[in-house]
């Protein structure tokens, strides 16, 4: 097992099966030192966690858990090219935030996501971020995170 999975096993998680994709793409694309992943829902056992909008049918908080699942997710994407070790660090994570109109707690919600990454990874896990709101996303997913590590 790697640190990763070790720290991740202290606040009892575990990285999941890299989810299937829902359309024509790759979980994750390794380019010289760096792995990228394609946008990762809330997907446990192939099924959405939640549907709808955060504001709306999602509160915050079940957006934030949301969050955390999409970079559980982004984690086995990142695994699905390298060893987790191999992460030197967390360089961005993007976090889309279907929201109604008048929600303005999309920062909140992704830190479920930065929180994971940060637990995940250690100070590794610092990364820079956008929290962004969008009026729908896939499947009527409520979040979805994408991520760039750098790998050694």
Do not use: W
């Not at 394609?38 to 709808?52: A, F, K, M, V, Y």
């Not at 996501?113 to 250690?122: D, P, R, V, Y």
């Amino acid at each position: 097992m790697s640190r990763v999975d070790d720290r991740l096993a202290e606040i009892g998680l575990s990285v999941p099966p890299v989810p299937a994709p829902v359309a024509v793409y790759v979980p994750a694309v390794r380019t010289g030192s760096y792995v990228y992943t394609s946008g990762q829902l809330p997907l446990l056992d192939g099924q959405l966690i939640l549907t709808g909008k955060v504001g709306g049918e999602v509160s915050a908080e079940e957006a934030y858990d949301c969050a955390r699942q999409c970079a559980l997710n982004a984690i086995a994407a990142v695994k699905s090219q390298v060893d987790l070790d191999a992460v030197v660090r967390v360089v961005k994570a993007t976090v889309f935030v279907a929201s109604t109109p008048d929600f303005t707690g999309q920062p909140g919600v992704a830190n479920g996501a930065s929180e994971l990454f940060g637990a995940a990874f250690g100070d590794a896990g610092t990364h820079a971020r956008s929290a962004v709101g969008v009026p729908v996303l896939p499947l009527d997913a409520p979040v979805e995170v994408e991520l760039i590590v750098e790998v050694g």
